[in-house]
């Protein structure tokens, strides 16, 4: 409830799918699309930083794509950035009907901090009878085949940041 509050997306199903990533130096996510299949509607990123502060210059940003450019260049850059704050939360609203959203994860640049991050889909409660469907881990992933990482130039994205707090706060 508190997520579906947060997004205004409606009802949401109990089921979340989700797993957890550490990334330390030379660690990314290649940008990717955030497709909705199988009644996913909301992806989430929650950051687990180090105890000191995480800054731009350590990298691991969570990176938006504009993927309306109107060039192959100008959609390999990001349009927008969000630092991995401790305890914060990424939520992203992907409708059935609208292009997919893309993000990916820079690479971490910093020698001494690692990043965790739990990531996954809230589902729409529609979908709750059925079992999300299981696949693999995805192939962004730096290292794992297939990663050549393509950007969708019809894709979209609305991201939303929230604190735990402020989630708890909405319920």
Request: aromatic share 6%; with cysteine.
């Amino acid at each position: 409830e508190m997520v579906a509050a947060v997004v205004k997306c409606g009802a949401l199903a109990d089921t979340v799918d989700c797993g957890a990533t550490i990334y330390n130096e030379g660690c990314h996510l290649l940008p990717h699309a955030l497709l909705p299949h199988d009644g996913r509607r909301v992806a989430f990123f929650l950051f687990l930083t180090p105890d000191e502060e995480w800054c731009e210059a350590d990298g691991a940003t969570l990176d938006l794509y504009d993927v309306h450019a109107t060039s192959h260049t100008t959609a390999a850059v990001p349009a927008g950035s969000i630092l991995p704050i401790f305890n914060s939360m990424v939520l992203v609203d992907v409708e059935e009907h609208s292009a997919a959203p893309v993000v990916g994860l820079s690479e971490v640049v910093s020698e001494d901090k690692t990043l965790m991050c739990f990531a996954g889909w809230y589902h729409l409660l529609a979908t709750s009878t059925t079992e999300p469907s299981t696949t693999e881990p995805s192939a962004a992933h730096k290292g794992q085949p297939g990663t050549e990482g393509a950007i969708d130039d019809e894709s979209e994205y609305r991201a939303v940041t929230a604190s735990a707090a402020q989630l708890s706060a909405a319920d």
